[in-house]
C-alpha cells in the first residue's frame, strides 16, 4: 500500500536553509514527509527539477478600491492566474481606507470579493485616517479577525498620513501585536518637486523620476525608522528602491530597532531612464519609488546579501495602458502627476528574480526561497504553514526547471493587464508545475483555478490571536 496520496519524486528540493535530493509525500492539502524510498498513490516525476515552496508576494494590489471610486482590474480570479503561472502560490493585498471614513466602509466589501479567491490570501489594512474610533476600536478588532498588519503611506494624495498620525497608527499595533508597513516618500517634497516641474512644461513620465529623487525616499525611511523606535513598534519598509535608502534601514538594524525592508525586481530589473521611451511608452514604468538606473541594481543586491532587504514582492498593480495607465497621456494635457502608479508583476516576480539573482550568481538558492516565500510567510504570520517544505505544511510547491530559457511575453504573465513591462527580457529559469494546497494548479503553463478555493490565511502576528 502506499504511504502517500502524491509523491513528487526525485526532485532536488530545496528550502530556506537546505538543497536536498529527496522526495515528498503529500496526504489531502499538507506535506506529511520528506525523505527518500517513499511512495505514492500518484507520483509526479521531478527528476532534473528543483522542487521549491510556493512563492509568497506578500505586497499585491488586487481588486483594491481607490479614492476615485475605480476598482483596480486585477480581480482575485485574473490574480490567481497569474500567480500561479509564475509559481507563486499566496497572496497579500490590501483592504482600503479613505479620508473621512471608518475602516468598516470598505472592509466588509472587500472580504466579500476576496471570497471569490482562487488563491490562498492574508491581508494587509491600509489606514489613511486614524481616527480615535479607528485607533481604539476599529484596528483592534481588525488584528484580533487575523489581519496582523497595517499600512500607511508618507505620500500620495489623498492617502498619506502626516508624523502624528503615522504615530498613532504605530501606537495601535503596537497594542495589537501587528506589525506597520510603510511607503516611504516624501509628501511636501514630491508636491514641491512637481509643481516646479509641470510649470516648466515638463509634463511626461519622465518626469515622474525627476519629481522623487533618492533623497525624497531616504528622508523618509529615515523619519518612519525613528519614529518606530520611539514608539517602539516593528516597521516594514515597502519597495525599497536603491542602497542608499537601505542604509538607513541597515543602520537602524544594526542599532536593534525592529524594522525588516523588501525591494522588488522592478529595483533591479528596470531604469528611471525606461519612462524616457518615446511616445507614451514611459507610463509603463511608472512606480513609486520610482526606478532609480542600472548602476543601481548592484548596490541593491549588495543589501539582499547583507540581509538588509529579506523578502522580494512583485508590488503588482493592474492599470491596463488602454485604460487608467494611458488615459491622462492623450491630447495636449498630459500630466505625469495624474498617470496612476504602480506596475503589474505577479508571475514575473520569481522567474526574474531566480535568472537575474541565482542564474547570475547574485544569491544562491536558500536565499532566493528565503526572499521569495520563507521571509515573508515568516514576517506576516504565515510560517510554518507556508513558505516552507516541511511535514504539517500546506504542499504549496513550485517544480522549476532551472535550465529553460524564456522570453517573458505579457500572454506567458497570464494576468487581465494589456502590458508587462518586462516584455521581450529573456530570462534562464521558469515554473513547469505549481501545485497549492496538494492541487496540480499549473502545469506547462496551463493554469487551472477554481473560484472560491482560496483560504483566508489568518496571521499569527498579532498579539489578539
Ligand atoms: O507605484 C506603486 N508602488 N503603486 C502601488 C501603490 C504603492 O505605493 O504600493
Ligand atoms: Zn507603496
Ligand atoms: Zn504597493
Redesign the pocket.
Known sequence: MSEYDLLIKGGTVVTGVDVIACDVGINGEQIAAIGTNLTGARTIDASGLLVMPGGVDS?C?IEQLEPDGSIHEESFGTAARSAFAGGTTTVIPFAPQFKGEPIGAHLPDYRARAQKSPIDYSLHQMVTDPSEAVVFNELPAIAAGGVGSFKV?LT?DPLHVDDGQYISVLEAAKRAGAVVCV?CENYEAIRWRSEQLLKDGKTQPAAHAWSRPKVVEREATYRAIALAELVDTPIHI??VSCAEVAEEIARAQARGVKVTAETCPQYLVLSGSDMDRPGKEGAKY????SPREAADHAGLWAMIRRGVLDVLSS?H?GYSFAGDKGKWLNGPDVDFTRI????PGLAARLPLIFSEGVVKGEIDLPTFVRLTATNPAKRFGLHPRKGTIAPGADADLVLWDRERKVSITNARMQHTIDYTPYEGIEVTGWPVKTIARGRVVMEDDEVTTEDGRGLFLKSARTSAN
Do not use: L, R
Not at 511608472?286 to 519609488?289: A, G, I, Q
Not at 496612476?340 to 506596475?343: D, F, K, L
Open positions: 505586497h494590489h503611506f500620495y511607503h515597502f519597495h511608472m512606480c513609486s519609488p508590488d498593480c496612476p502608479n504602480g506596475i
